[in-house]
Each structure stands twice: as structure tokens, then as C-alpha cells.
């Protein structure tokens, strides 16, 4: 099959990883529905490569999936893949985090990723679906604990898929190690206005915290990898006949992977031991 005859659907497309994926598979000839949630998104894409046509969603909103799904139905009969990246990431500590902060992370990550597949699924029959996971999924990252848990479900929730479903579509986890994307800085922007509510005993207790987290965001804004090294392995697993169910991209992904296979309580005295290093 041409790429100019296959069809890719991707959510989360106004930056980063998502649209640098819609860029090079519009270049590469396939046709890309790139789905935003702003007009200045969905023009400029359009603008930039006659192959992108833009999509309004917000996957947490049912109408706005419903809409999506119609207007994705009327231009085509069929999507060859669906990229679900769109997402967030929730920090903070664990003890003091308001569980409305953890449900939105869910909310987003989980189940609306789940309620856009669901929705699309009719359209992917001999297709295949692949998850822009992470390293986060195997859940080794402390203040960043509903991010970590939203990625391990969605593995789990979509592995499962991949063996339940009787249309032959695959299911593909990529979880990349540390990107330059705009997802992180949000996330400390989020977490910074939620340290503001704690009372005085949290903010004393987390405070040195924070100011790591909020170090190492703008670390990785600087040192993160480029979104084109996950680019180039979505291009691998699309054109790949049997493409394996997970993907490690970067050096700390494979590392995580290997560290979350060793003993529990082992893991836990390393990571201990780094947290109590931080100024």
C-alpha cells in the first residue's frame, strides 16, 4: 500500500511529539487528520502541508469526539492507524495532591485516550494503534506518580485490546525517554499553583521538592532528545508488517525498563538515597 493511500488519525498535534508526527507523515505522503483544539493550531498545520486536514477534539469531551468522528467519516472509510499522544502530566506530592488533580490526570491520559479509540475503533479494521507512552510507565518517578500511573494503565487497558479484539488491529506502546516538549513546563506550572494552596506545613515539608521538579523541567527543555527520534519510530512500527508490542526510544527508556525488573525494595533504597540528595 502507497503512502498517499493510507490514512493516520493523531490527537494532541499542536505541539511537540504530535505535530512534528503530523508534519513528517504529511511529508512522507500519508494523509493526516491532526486533531487540535485552538483554530490558529488547525490553520497553521493545514497551511504548512496540504496533506494535514485539522480536526477539532478535546478527548475529554464526549460531543467534541462525537463531532470529530463525523467529520473523520465524511472525508474517509477507513484509518490505517490511530496515534493516541494527546496528554498531560500531573505533579506534586502524593500526600497533599488533591485527588481532583489526579482524576483530571486520568481523566485526560486515560480515559479519554480510551473514549477516542473506542470511538474511532469501527474505522481501524487490519489497522493499528500506537500509544505515545513512557518511560514514566514504569513507574520509578516520584512527585510525578499520577503521570507514571496514567501511562502503566493505558499499557495495561490497550494490551488487553490488542488481545480482545477480533478486527486484527494492533496495539503499539512507545515510551520514549525525556522529549523537548511543552508537556513538561506545563506540568510544573501546574504543580506550582498547587504547592500555592498547601497550607504552611506542606509547602515547608515539599518545598526543596518542587524547586528540583521545576529544575529539571527546564533541564529537560534544554537536554530532553528531539521529538523527531519518536518520529522516526512511529515511521518504523507503520511501515513494520509485525511490529512488537513496546518500544523503548532513548538511552534512560531502556534503563528504566531494565530498573523496573530488578527487586522492588532494591529500587526503592536507590531511589531513596537520590531523594534525600536533593537541596
Known sequence: MKNSSKTILITGTSSGIGRETALKLAKEGYKVFA??????????????????KGVYLDITNPASIDKAFWFVLKNT?????LINNAGIAVA???????????????DVNVFGTLS??????????NGLIINISSLASYGIFPYIAPYCASKRALDILFNNLMLENKDNVKVVSIKPAVIKTPIWNKSVK????????????????YAKELSSLSKSAEKNNIQGLEPSIVVDTILKVINSKNPKPSYNVGFSSICSDFVSRLPQSFVNQIVKFKLSKIK
Do not use: W
Open 35 to 52: 486533531c487540535v483544539r485552538r483554530k490558529i493550531d488547525k490553520d497553521e498545520l493545514e497551511k504548512l502541508n496540504t496533506n494535514i
Open 77 to 81: 472509510e477507513k484509518i490505517d492507524v
Open 92 to 106: 506534586g506530592p502524593i500526600e497533599f495532591l488533591p485527588v481532583k488533580k489526579v482524576k483530571e490526570q486520568f
Open 116 to 125: 477516542v479509540t473506542q470511538k474511532f475503533f469501527p474505522l481501524l479494521k
Open 190 to 205: 501546574k504543580a506550582q499553583n498547587n504547592f500555592e494552596n498547601l497550607n504552611e506545613i506542606a509547602k515547608r515539608k
